[in-house]
């Protein structure tokens, strides 16, 4: 094992924010994506457990350390500057037959409207181009206008309106072909 020398007053473990400063406009060459690591996987439920709808939920960081340590396989985490930007789950099979599934994809607020999103839902539809799914589907709270107007904006189409088990409200769930 290597130590390293850590000189005082150093904080260790404390991880940088992204230099806003210095990002470019569009940030979607910038981002970089990985399988989640542990720290990944706290990064990524402290984003989920601050968005919306899990936030309105009152789902705690510790639930969504758990919820999101099932789909960990399905996790594709999205770096800028070696610091988790947002997340993304892809799994093979959804609510459309034959069809991959998207559950959740999450950006930081501060880097939302610069090419990340875009960015990271592109990285979504190949990795189930990957899994040789011919279509992705998805599920959206209609009330979610930015949100529906994103996926409308990316080919998606609404393909049917459904009741969401967990919280009983309608959703949208929407598929685009690959």
Known sequence: MTM????AGVEV???PVPDMANLPNDLSLAVKYNTPSDEDMASVAGLRANSEPWLS????????LKALTGLRPFVHVAKVQNQ?????TVERDGPVPGAAYMRNIVIKPELRRRGVGSA???QALQVARDMYRKTIALRVDP????AVSFYRKAGFTTVATVVSKKSGKLRLLMSREL
């Open 143 to 146: 009330a979610n206008s930015t």
């Open 120 to 122: 990271v839902l592109n």
């Open 84 to 88: 988790v930007v947002g997340y993304v």
């Open 57 to 64: 939920r009152g789902e705690t960081l510790d639930d969504s």
């Open 13 to 15: 473990g404390a991880k």
């Open 4 to 7: 390293n020398r850590v000189d």
